[in-house]
């Protein structure tokens, strides 16, 4: 008989299986390091394009080899015209498969790892590029996205104290302001322009859906800021990519197929780097930094595989059984 059980974990089970934001920082320094030293098979991601504004699904497969040892996929969609129908915008589910035999061992709630690894990817990208102790944070869109950034970029930053809030509605930051006020020493300022999030800020982060009226304009931002679009395209206005003295991504490839498909004729930045290749604190350069985090699947699953091993030792989750015989798989087939 084949042992074909699978963990399933809920949402809940993923947070309480969860490390903690320091915990979750470390270990994507580590995917990183594995991917920039060769033991990673991360494709870009594949997707479809429904018949719906905006709307995709993504497949993100990926395996990391030595002493880490992550296999598996996520399976992420968005549908930005859910809002309007009292539904979330995004979806996700990742499955893990043991690396010794290729089997799935779990299916896990996707969209909490999603928030926690992007927001600690975009921290671990912008450590290099820092030039001075950073104190202002501007945060542009205050979803999932946002309080995991500020969760993340708090415990990677400890010098920032003021946070600047902005969003479309006044009720979602002061809620925001009210309730992660709670999480740490941070002054949080709700502000209803964009510009007074961008402006004063040292790092700016924004997690905004697309519009036809991206809210960051060119001249906001300071010489020295590093800048992190969380939703890669949909916050800023093409002149600001000129302004950018440096662009770091996490798969260069995967931005630029972005620009050609949705910014097409619009100049690449005057540099660009691939964040795995980058071995130390970068020399100074002209501009504000640039950080793209284009959501590569080894994060996921090296993070997904921490929280699988922490829900097998506290006993988390259901497991569903598929026994079946040799001689019966192959009756099916």
Not at 53 to 72: K, T
Not at 109 to 124: I, K, N, Q, Y
Not at 261 to 273: E, I, K, N, Q, V
Request: glycine content about 8%; overall charge neutral; hydrophobic content about 45%.
């Amino acid at each position: 008989m084949s042992d074909a059980r699978i963990r399933l974990l809920s949402l809940d089970d993923v947070r309480a299986a969860s490390p903690s934001p320091s915990q979750v920082l470390q270990h994507i320094r580590q995917a990183y390091a594995h991917d920039g030293n060769g033991h990673v098979d991360v494709p870009l991601k594949i997707g479809i394009r429904p018949d719906r504004p905006d709307s995709f699904l993504d497949a993100m497969p990926a395996w990391v080899g030595a002493d880490c040892r992550a296999l598996g996929m996520k399976w992420v969609s968005y549908y930005p015209d859910n809002r309007g129908q009292g539904k979330a915008d995004s979806s996700g589910l990742i499955v893990l498969n043991h690396p010794e035999h290729g089997h799935p061992v779990c299916i896990m709630e996707g969209m909490l790892v999603t928030f926690m690894r992007t927001a600690a990817c975009a921290a671990v990208m912008a450590k290099p590029f820092i030039r001075k102790p950073p104190r202002r944070l501007g945060l542009v869109g205050c979803g999932g996205l946002g309080r995991w950034a500020l969760r993340m970029f708090g415990m990677a930053f400890p010098t920032l104290d003021t946070v600047y809030v902005s969003s479309l509605s006044s009720a979602s930051r002061e809620r925001f302001c009210h309730e992660m006020s709670r999480e740490g020493d941070w002054t949080l300022i709700p502000v209803a322009e964009p510009s007074q999030a961008v402006q004063p800020a040292d790092i700016v982060i924004s997690s905004v859906p697309p519009s036809s009226a991206p809210p960051i304009a060119p001249g906001w931002l300071g010489q020295d800021s590093i800048f992190v679009p969380l939703d890669l395209l949909n916050s800023w206005q093409p002149e600001v990519l000129s302004e950018a003295g440096l662009l770091v991504a996490d798969a260069p490839a995967f931005f630029a197929k972005l620009l050609q498909a949705h910014r097409p004729g619009l100049a690449p930045p005057r540099r660009m780097l691939r964040f795995q290749d980058v071995s130390a604190a970068e020399p100074h350069h002209a501009g504000p930094t640039m950080i793209a985090v284009c959501g590569i699947a080894s994060t996921d699953v090296v993070l997904g595989w921490e929280i699988y091993r922490r829900a097998c030792e506290a006993g988390l989750g259901e497991l569903f059984d598929m026994k079946a015989s040799d001689a019966d798989m192959i009756r099916a087939a």
